[in-house]
């Protein structure tokens, strides 16, 4: 007989607030009028002097939003779950936003996105720089250190050819060179600093910059706990897996270096080095590689892990709006069942794995919160979702 719990909206931290709430925090209901381009809310909201507009505009790009806070939140290392985190980045953005809505001339050709896309980058940095352990005097400040951690980090020259190489570049003293990076290297120990090269798209790339010179693998795989553990696990791997492993996350198990993520190996390279395969083919080894490291280091208790599949799902007008799966806790023994419906953000446990109401009830939580904050589109079949502690 199923042992069913009350339907309850997961509660992501003390203060009661949950990642879908904080995820559709601009929803609005009913939906707002519609117009030809989502821009023209924003003209509307200057040519009548009426925020209403600005709250419209925020309801459809709201998606576009999260997923800029969510590859900050990655790229930095930070808990893209924690709710009240998320909505301090994702409210910097729209405070940011509010403030280009004055100056923007929607006739010079550009979307207002475009036009804020720096000023919300700027917002994202400087949520960042309020969480680091040093203190800087200006967000122009934290950035110059940010800077010079990249180049120390990209270069591997030595200190005193990155200070002067930062020097010519900057138009800087050494002595201030040399001050920029003397804190970056002190954040290496409290909080990690990041770069600031930019991608593509014009966003933070985010590879870490807290090089060492002796690029000791213990401190930078595991912070020096579990790095013996990480290795043994590795070393079980057959010799595809690890070269899969450390290509494409740009990491090198013997001797620790970690290399920008810009070196890394895309999934159509990995197919070229293991001739005969495709790049899907080579994406669906790398990530069978990962869930087989993630066992094992389950098996060695360095690792909890949530193995789950979807059972079924119920579409409404082609958009999911429930679905079912089953989960395991630390890949082994019974599997249980949660239902999750998407239009009211809740979820059901229906039965817990193991019938463990006390152990097993830790992985459902984190799997409930991994699933409420997934858009429809990339709610996975099955996947595999590591964490440390419980």
């Keep these: 007989m199923k042992e069913r719990f009350a339907k309850y909206p997961f509660q992501g931290n003390a203060h009661g607030l949950t990642m879908f709430e904080v995820t559709h925090v601009y ?8 117009l030809y381009t989502v821009n023209e809310y924003i003209i509307a909201a200057q040519t009548w002097h009426d925020l209403r507009f600005f709250a419209y505009f925020l309801h459809h790009i709201e998606p576009r939003l999260n997923g800029r806070v969510t590859n900050f939140l990655l790229r930095e290392g930070l808990d893209r779950y924690a709710p009240e985190r998320f909505l301090d980045y994702k409210q910097s953005c729209v405070l940011a936003m509010l403030e280009c809505l004055e100056s923007y001339d929607p006739y010079k050709g550009a979307e207002f996105l475009t036009y804020t896309h720096h000023a919300i980058g700027n917002a994202l940095i400087q949520c960042r720089m309020m969480e680091e352990s040093g203190s800087f005097s200006s967000l122009d400040e934290y950035k110059r250190v940010r800077g010079i951690a990249w180049l120390y980090n990209e270069s591997g020259k030595p200190k005193g050819e990155v200070v002067s190489e930062y020097t010519k570049k900057e138009g800087c003293s050494e002595e201030t060179a040399e001050q920029y990076l003397t804190v970056a290297q002190f954040n290496r120990s409290q909080v990690s600093l990041h770069v600031t090269a930019q991608d593509e798209d014009g966003e933070e790339t985010g590879e870490d910059v807290t090089r060492d010179d002796s690029w000791d693998y213990t401190a930078i795989l595991w912070n020096g706990s579990q790095a013996a553990t990480v290795r043994a696990a590795f070393e079980k791997l057959s010799y595809r897996e690890q070269r899969l492993l450390e290509e494409r996350n740009a990491i090198c198990m013997t001797c620790g270096r970690v290399s920008p993520i810009s070196e890394r190996k895309s999934f159509e390279e990995l197919a070229v080095m293991f001739e005969g395969s495709t790049a ?10 990962v869930e087989k490291l993630t066992a094992l280091l389950v098996e060695a208790g360095a690792l909890h892990a949530v193995r789950l599949k979807r059972k079924s799902v119920k579409r409404i007008k082609k958009k999911i709006a429930a679905a079912v ?14 239902q999750f419906d998407f239009v009211s953000g809740t979820a059901e446990i229906i039965q817990l794995a193991e ?6 009830k830790v992985f459902a939580v984190r799997f409930i919160r991994y699933i409420l904050t997934l858009p429809e589109n990339q709610l996975p079949v099955s996947t595999m979702i590591a964490f440390e502690g419980r």
């Design 325 to 338: 799966y089953e989960y395991q806790a630390d890949c082994d023994g019974e599997w249980g069942e949660i």
């Design 280 to 289: 899907s083919g080579a994406e669906r080894a790398y990530r069978r590689a």
């Design 355 to 360: 019938w463990d109401t006390m152990v097993s």
């Design 27 to 34: 929803q609005l209901t009913p939906p707002p009028p519609e």
